[in-house]
């Protein structure tokens, strides 16, 4: 018998066996492929890593604690995960982006971050155009993490764990004595599990009738292009909110090109195991008349596109809890498009939920009762 199993090693399946491992755990750990894969929510190259976005919610000491893990974690596999690139949250005042951010404290003096002027990002970043109007906050230290060396690193830390890919938990069920787990291949049992299947974690958890959307949403990578082209490399990211167009992001420019896409889209709802992964030229052309509109001249060629997952809860916040009827089995769900920095911090949430330890964080935001008071 294990003494934990773990369901999905993507980001937050990775995190919680690497950190089971390190905690001195036996560790089975599953995947119905072999990450870095395409199928799900973490693959592309790049996710940004910043704190503005969260100001004065509980996410702050989180992303403060994912800090100081990715950090060390960069110590011990000796790569490179973080770059400081600086990112830019822009939109309308009564927007989505700055809902909940009140400026005064976004733009705190002792974090660096500032408000800029449509004229001053203009002077600092000539190949954006915002609309009059647009307010943008910069926060110079935020940065952006290397998926795919992320979550290769997580999981050569997780190595002491037996870790079968291309392997789907098919059935699982707690009794008192422990979890037994079913996959095409065998049985195996451990005292505890972890649920982290994104995308597809209602398949394994039915009976909680989880309040999740799977949305279809798509990656987009350009030539850079123009006068502007050797400097798209160095930053910044940005998360921009348009009056009309929805909320677009972009990345400073990888070897792979200039990417973007666009967030939270309404109506892209999906089931996993239908997700279309072919990209339109028509959804290649609605991004190529942002960048018309609000970067001119800086995508070139396509070069590739690639499907990706958002599993949104509806507050957009995540579940992390234990499952109301089987203590032994804990579940995370709903990264809701923004779970990839928070990784190392939440696998430990999630080792701690699983060996009994106090989290060192409130869960309360991330409760399933959350839910069910809803639905009472
Ligand atoms: C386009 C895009 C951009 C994003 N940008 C950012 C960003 O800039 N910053 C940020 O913080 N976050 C970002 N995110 C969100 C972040 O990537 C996700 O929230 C995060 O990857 C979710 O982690 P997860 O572990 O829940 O899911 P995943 O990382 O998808 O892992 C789930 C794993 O479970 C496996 N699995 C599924 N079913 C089973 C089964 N039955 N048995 C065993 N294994 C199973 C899957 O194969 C998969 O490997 C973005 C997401 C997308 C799609």
Redesign the pocket.
Known sequence: MYDFAV???????SATAAELVRRGHSVVG????R?P?T????H?DT???REAWYQGSPYVPLVRDAWTRWKRLERRSRRTLLRTAGALMMGPADGRVFAGNPLASVTRPDTGRVSLSVQEVAGHFPWLRPDPGTITIYEPGAAVLALEACLEATLEAAAGADLRFDE??LEWSASASGVRIGTARAEYRARRLAI?????TS??VPELALPLEVER?V?YWFEPAGAHAPALADGPAWVWELDREGTWYGFPATARGLKA?MHFQAGRGTEVDRVDREVGDSETEALRRLFARYAPGVAGPLVHASV????NTPDENFILDRHPCHPRVVV??G????????MPVLGALMADLLTDDHPPHDLAPLSLDRFRRGAA
């Open positions: 369901a999905g090693l993507g980001a937050v399946g599953f995947d119905r492929y990450p894969h199928m799900g929510s973490a592309s996710r940004m890593i789907p938990v982290a299947a994104g995308a597809w398949e394994l949403t990656q896409g990706c997952l958002y599993t995370f769900a990264g809701s498009g923004h779970a990839f920095k928070f």
